[in-house]
C-alpha cells in the first residue's frame, strides 16, 4: 500500500496522472501513454511478468519480438529471419533455458521467464528500465542472474530503477534509496548513508520525513 507501483505506472502512462511531470534527461515529457513512454527510451518490467509481462500461450521468440514487431517489417511483412536472429541473441546472451526459440513462454521457470521479459525490453533499446519487483517469486540462483543483468545494464550507461519489498535487496542493489510511503517519496539516501531501521522506521512513519 505504499503506492510505488501506481508511481511507476504513471511514469510509464500506463495510469493517468491527476498530478506532477516526468523528465527525461532533464527535460519535460508527455507521456500519457505507454507508446509515448517507449519513444522516450523508457522500459517498464511490471511486477506481474504472467498476467501483464508475458504472452504466456505464446513462444518465446514471440514473446521477446512482442515490443518491436513494427520495426522488424520487410515492407507489410514481418522479417522472420530477423526476429529469429534476434531472439537467438537475447536467448544466448542472457542464458534462457528454453529447448527452443518456439517453446511455449508457459512451460519456462519463472527465472527464465523473468529473462523473457527483459529481453523483450532489451529489444527496445531504452536507456530507463523500470523494474517492478523484478526477482519475486525467483530462487536464488535466478534472482542472482538477474542482479547480474541489473548491473550489465548500468554498466552500460543506462538507469535502472527498482521496485522492491526486500529491504537486503534494495539495499545490496542501489545507488540512491528512495523511500515512497502513501504514494509520496518521504525519504531519499545515497548507498551506504542510512542503516536498515532507519528506511525501515521512514517506511512506517516512525521518523519525521525528510525534504526531499
Known amino acids: 500500500g505504499a503506492g510505488r507501483t501506481e508511481v511507476m505506472r504513471a511514469i510509464f502512462g500506463a495510469d493517468a496522472r491527476k498530478t506532477g511531470k516526468v523528465y527525461v534527461k532533464g527535460k519535460e515529457a508527455d507521456i500519457r501513454s505507454p507508446k509515448a513512454a517507449i519513444s522516450y527510451g523508457i522500459a517498464f518490467l511490471t511486477e506481474d511478468r504472467k498476467g501483464e509481462g508475458l504472452v504466456l500461450s505464446n513462444t518465446v521468440g514471440f514473446n521477446i519480438n512482442l515490443s518491436t514487431f513494427e520495426k522488424s517489417k520487410r515492407g507489410l511483412l514481418l522479417n522472420n529471419a530477423l526476429l529469429r536472429n534476434k531472439a537467438k541473441n537475447d536467448i544466448t546472451q542472457l542464458r534462457i533455458k528454453t529447448p527452443?526459440?518456439?517453446?511455449?513462454?508457459?512451460?519456462?521457470?519463472?527465472?527464465?521467464?523473468?529473462?523473457?521479459?527483459?529481453?523483450?525490453?532489451?529489444?527496445?533499446?531504452a536507456d530507463i528500465f523500470i523494474m517492478d519487483e523484478p526477482t519475486r517469486g525467483l530462487d536464488v540462483g535466478a534472482k542472482l542472474e538477474v542482479y547480474n543483468i541489473?548491473?550489465?545494464?548500468?554498466?552500460?550507461?543506462k538507469a535502472v530503477i527498482m521496485v522492491s519489498s526486500?529491504?537486503?535487496?534494495?539495499?545490496?542493489?542501489?545507488?540512491?534509496?528512495?523511500?515512497?510511503?502513501?504514494?509520496?517519496?518521504?525519504?531519499?539516501?545515497?548507498?551506504?548513508?542510512?542503516?536498515?531501521?532507519?528506511?525501515?522506521?521512514?517506511?512506517?512513519?516512525l521518523v519525521q520525513p525528510q525534504k526531499v
Do not use: C, Y
Not at 103 to 119: D, E, H, Y
Not at 150 to 157: D, Y
Open 150 to 157: 541489473i548491473n550489465n545494464l548500468v554498466s552500460e550507461g
Open 166 to 205: 526486500e529491504l537486503p535487496e534494495v539495499m545490496g542493489m542501489s545507488d540512491r534509496v528512495m523511500v515512497v510511503r502513501e504514494g509520496h517519496i518521504v525519504a531519499a539516501h545515497n548507498r551506504g548513508d542510512a542503516t536498515a531501521e532507519q528506511i525501515m522506521s521512514e517506511m512506517f512513519g
Open 100 to 125: 527452443s526459440i518456439n517453446t511455449t513462454v508457459r512451460g519456462l521457470s519463472g527465472g527464465n521467464q523473468q529473462k523473457v521479459v527483459i529481453a523483450k525490453w532489451l529489444e527496445t533499446n
